[in-house]
């Protein structure tokens, strides 16, 4: 009856010992794959960094030369306003300058 019952305790004991050892194969995979998920995932952040940063690098290229293009604007609209409000003065004086003429002729 012992003989019995050491039999199938060695049974029972070999099967978890083949369950257990089935599990520590399973757990090694998956620390496997979650390394190279790990890996993965510092690689896309990497280069989600480097990508965020060109990105800003060309936004605040693209922001300055819009600054740039508004002050040339700018500087342009106050010099064509200059030249005529000048045209403006001239006309004006011209036509002083026409209605005494045509005073004098009559």
Known sequence: ?????????KEIFGMILGKLDSLDKKVI???LELESMQSDMKT???V????S??????L???????????SLHSTAIKDVSIDVRKLEEGQISLE????ALIRRIG
């Not at 989600?48 to 990508?51: A, D, E, P, V």
């Open 96 to 99: 002083k300058d026409v209605s």
């Open 48 to 51: 989600q960094r480097s990508q």
């Open 29 to 31: 995979k998956n620390s």
């Open 60 to 70: 605040d290229d693209i922001s300055d030369d819009i600054k740039k293009d508004i």
């Open 44 to 46: 896309i952040i990497k």
């Open 53 to 58: 940063q060109e990105l800003n690098r060309k």
């Open 1 to 9: 009856m012992t003989c019995l019952i050491d039999a199938e305790m």
